[in-house]
């Protein structure tokens, strides 16, 4: 399955601004809507793709947000250090090469949705911070 064929089906839902398939291959993909709600909607859902079942990795999904407009020179040990004021935070991952977003993943799923959409300055930058779907299964695909 490539990032193409994902965001031509999930662009039935609503708009997709973001797939990203981790390399090497790890059998699941993120997926990234303009709209939140439309990513909330599919919390929960079985989807048919390719004729094999796939799901929203709920767990992941609530911990987990999606960091938009990183700059190059922003690294995961800062983004650590931002984010710790807010919470524990378990992981940061920046995709190589570099697609100006990261990942963030913290210990409560409280503090990840009380992130989205806040007004935040890391580095002089505004990021965009959402919440994204990690669709599990894709490995079959």
Known sequence: M???ELRQFFM?????????IPKPFRAFAFVTFADDQVAQALCGEDLIIKGVR???DEPMR???????????????DE??????QYGEVTDVFIPKPFRAFAFV????????QALC??????KGV???VSNHLVWSQVSSL
């Open 79 to 84: 983004l650590r250090q931002f984010f710790m």
């Open 12 to 20: 039935q839902y609503g708009e997709v601004t973001d797939v990203f």
């Open 2 to 4: 490539t990032t193409d």
């Open 126 to 128: 505004r990021p965009v």
């Open 117 to 122: 959409g806040e007004d935040l300055i890391i």
């Open 54 to 56: 796939a799901g929203p």
């Open 62 to 76: 609530c911990r987990k947000i999606f960091v938009g407009r990183c700059t190059e020179d922003m690294t995961t």
């Open 105 to 112: 993943t913290f210990a409560d799923d409280q503090v990840a």
